[in-house]
């Protein structure tokens, strides 16, 4: 049996995680020296490939001087947290990149407490050394901190330190070693982290941390086996989260090796693999021995934080653009995400609307954008936060917020957000005229914001945000200080209409565009909500005015990404998806219901 080494590489956002298993993969020796590999290999998907972010945790494995090292590249960005929670129990040891600029950042905390909590011995990665603005050591003492302050053990607290440049393809022990290659690290990986405990002799025992779903195969478990073995053809005990013992067989049995899965006949303790045959296998669930079945402990779900509203699309422009477009194959296509995606939920409400429940705005736009490129259409709501009774109290979500920008915009930030509930909780001079603003917020006070936040720093600031626990509720929050510009006709817009509106506020659409009554096309400079008519052709008139036509100059619309959409609109919009567009409308198309809507509000407050 050949040694074998499970470890997970975990940071914040882009500190260049997926990248650094580039460099393992391919410095390892796994691929035969024909194959060529491109950028971020372990990105698989095309919305990961796209936005350069990974999505969803994945396992590779590599073969280095007789150790089989398997490697679990997870998501940084926030709302993908529950993910690496799950994969840290899998593995024995973590390598915890940060950036040398960057440093310390909220979904490093997040990710070093639940390591940390689990008793691993994390190996730091100071990454991106080759940065001109790069200072190692402060970050060496920035980590150090974190750990001393989430409870590190004496042991944890002498974590091993290796310099990297992942995109250069060195790693390091020390600053002033040669910039080489990966190997060190890799012998740092086989020396330092824990063997597998367990044996084959014991009795199986595994448990499933991912899944993926074949159309051939059916349902997928990837899992690792803490003890035993398990092989092709035999039959085992799958033990559910509530205890629940379903006896099946393995009808599959797949390894991993660099980006390939083939067809393995058995595995034996410390690996990972995936197995089929278990239609009901889910995240957490273990499969034993079916002669003394022991599974293991039950993994925590994070519970979502954000719902919002999927509903079938009723604007005028309904099924023009979609091929999937009633509440039947919505609902379908819901009931597919949730059979692999663990972290997400939905509810029907009514006749031709579900409720989605995830993690954050991320997790919702990307389920929205898959589906929207497979054809379907319909409309979402404004993002609400999921508010929850604890011992009586009502409760919502809160996040820690961290904002970099130049000094002299944090006091606009910080008013701002000081409206939207956020209770500044540090500020640090970060050198080169950049200021580190820190907050707590109710999850509320940020839907919506990153826009403003943009706005408010000339698009120089970097905003991130992680979840941090539920709170007492906290009041109203401000919202959107903008009103819409909203269609009163059905038609395509003219180039003279909307020449002639752009002095109101920020347009949306463009010449030729669909439009209806009742949509928004433009947000208005002033807070109420405006009708205006951008399908208004010109007056023809006898007298040709020289060239007044081509003199028409239009001021570039707003592009309405989903994201955008999202985040600006109010309860009284939707946002209207479809393959082709992204439309912002009014709830109520009608002009005079809606006013008679917007009345009875303003009376109830
Ligand atoms: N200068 C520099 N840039 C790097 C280095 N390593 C990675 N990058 C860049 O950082 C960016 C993010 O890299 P990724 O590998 O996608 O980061 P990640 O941690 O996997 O990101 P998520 O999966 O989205 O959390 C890319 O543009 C990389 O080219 C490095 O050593 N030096
Ligand atoms: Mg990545």
């Not at 007056?539 to 999202?566: C, F, T, W, Y």
């Amino acid at each position: 049996m050949r040694d074998i080494r499970n470890i997970a590489v975990i940071a914040h956002v882009d500190h260049g995680k997926t990248t650094l298993v580039d460099e393992l993969l391919k410095q390892s020796g796994t691929f035969d020296d024909r194959v060529e590999t491109e950028e971020r290999m372990m990105d698989s998907n095309d919305i990961e490939k796209e936005r350069g972010i990974t999505i969803l945790a994945k396992n590779t494995a590599i073969d280095y001087k007789n150790t089989r090292i398997n490697i679990i590249d997870t998501p940084g960005h926030a709302d993908f947290g529950g993910e690496v929670e799950r994969v840290l129990k899998m593995v024995d040891s973590v390598l915890l990149l940060v950036d040398a600029q960057e440093g310390v950042m909220p979904q490093t905390k997040f990710v070093v407490k639940k390591a940390l909590e689990l008793g691993l011995k994390p190996i730091v990665v100071v990454n991106k050394i080759d940065k001109d603005a790069a200072e190692p050591d402060r970050v060496v003492d920035e980590v150090f901190d974190l750990f001393d302050q989430m409870g590190a053990n004496e042991e944890q607290l002498e974590f091993l330190v290796v310099y990297a440049a992942a995109k250069n393809g060195y790693a390091k022990m020390a600053l002033e070693d040669p910039n080489e290659n990966m190997i060190p690290l890799l012998d740092l990986i086989v020396s330092d982290v824990p063997a597998p405990t367990g044996s084959d002799d014991n009795g199986l025992q595994l448990q499933v941390f991912n899944l993926t779903f074949d159309n051939f195969i059916g349902k997928i478990g990837i899992a690792r086996i803490f003890n035993g073995t398990i092989s092709m053809g035999e039959t085992v005990v799958l033990v559910k989260a509530d205890g629940e013992k379903v006896s099946g067989r393995v009808s599959k049995l797949i390894g991993f090796k660099g980006l390939e899965k083939m067809d393995i006949d058995k595995a034996g303790h410390g690996d990972i693999v995936a197995i089929a045959g278990f239609e009901t296998i889910d995240v957490g669930d273990s499969l034993c021995d079916p002669k003394n079945p022991m599974p293991l402990d039950p993994m925590h779900i994070e519970e979502p934080t954000l719902s919002v509203t999927f509903a079938v699309n009723n604007s005028p422009l309904a099924g023009t653009e979609g091929k999937f477009v009633t509440s039947n194959k919505i609902q379908e296509r819901l009931d597919s995400e949730m059979n692999t995606n663990i972290a997400m939920q939905y509810e029907a409400k009514g006749e031709a609307a579900f409720e989605v429940k995830g993690r954050g705005e991320l997790q919702i736009t990307i389920l929205a954008e898959n589906m929207r490129r497979e054809g379907f259409e319909f409309s979402i709501s404004r993002p609400e936060v999921i508010v929850k009774v604890i011992d009586g109290v009502k409760c919502e979500p809160f996040e820690h917020l961290v904002c970099d920008v130049p000094d002299e915009f944090s006091g606009t930030v910080i008013e701002t957000l000081g409206k939207r509930k956020a209770v500044m909780s540090n500020m640090v001079p970060m050198g080169d005229g950049q200021t580190r603003v820190e907050f707590e917020i109710p999850a509320r006070g940020l839907i919506g914001y990153r826009g403003q936040f943009l706005t408010d720093t000339k698009g120089e600031g970097v905003m991130n945000h992680s979840f941090l626990e539920f709170r007492p509720y906290s009041g109203a929050v401000t919202s959107r200080m903008n009103g819409a510009l909203v269609s009163m006709e059905q038609g395509e817009a003219v180039a003279y209409s909307i020449f002639n509106l752009q002095d109101r506020g920020l347009m949306y659409i463009k010449p030729q565009d669909k439009v209806y009554g009742g949509m928004v096309i433009g947000e208005h400079a002033r807070a109420n909500d405006l009708d205006v008519n951008p399908v208004k052709a010109k007056q023809q008139s006898n007298v040709r005015s020289s060239g007044a036509d081509e003199a028409i100059k239009l001021i570039p619309p707003i592009d309405m990404s989903l994201e955008h959409a999202l985040e600006w609109i109010e309860d009284d919009e939707l946002v209207e998806v479809t393959p082709i567009s992204i439309r912002v409308r009014k709830r109520e198309l009608d002009p005079s219901l809606r006013r008679r809507l917007e009345k009875q509000k303003k009376d109830l407050k």
